[in-house]
């Protein structure tokens, strides 16, 4: 009996080859930063304003001691602050800091500019198409992970 062929769906291919991509420059860009890349993932998290350890811990699915021994190490580098309440150190506020910030915006600005190059040489309606395939393929990954 002859296997039948898998041809893969092409916009499979292209979000695999994009994830791929993606977590290569993430795992660069962690490298050139001396963390890992569990960290750089906090400091994502961070892009947005401090959050609380409780908050990064659910957010990458951490256990309370992995998040504390991360963000000491963050700490340690000098790339974010932590702000502890009372003497309970399991609530605390964590930010990145100006400089982990400033490092940040040094590796991640020239893929912005591509991106941002690519996306004006597309007419307004292929981009927004585009972008609204992105977020509803996201968003059917994230289902599938949540069902599973």
């Not at 790339?79 to 490092?103: C, H, I, K, M, S």
């Amino acid at each position: 009996m002859v296997e039948p062929e898998f041809v893969p769906d092409p916009l499979l291919v292209a979000v695999r080859r994009l994830g791929e991509v993606l977590d290569r420059f993430d795992d660069d860009v962690a490298r050139s930063l001396g963390v890992h890349r569990s960290d750089l993932r906090a400091m994502h998290l961070l892009e947005h304003g401090p959050v609380t350890a409780g908050a990064i811990a659910s957010h990458l699915d951490l256990t309370s001691g992995s998040v504390t021994a991360l963000i000491s190490r963050l700490v340690k580098a000098g790339l974010v602050t932590r702000t502890v309440y009372g003497n309970d150190r399991r609530v605390a506020n964590v930010a990145l800091r100006p400089e982990a910030w400033q490092r940040l915006a040094a590796v991640y600005s020239p893929a912005g500019q591509r991106v941002t190059e690519y996306s004006t040489t597309m007419t307004a309606r292929r981009r927004n198409e585009t972008v609204r395939a992105l977020h509803d393929i996201a968003n059917q990954l994230e289902a599938l992970r949540e069902d599973g």
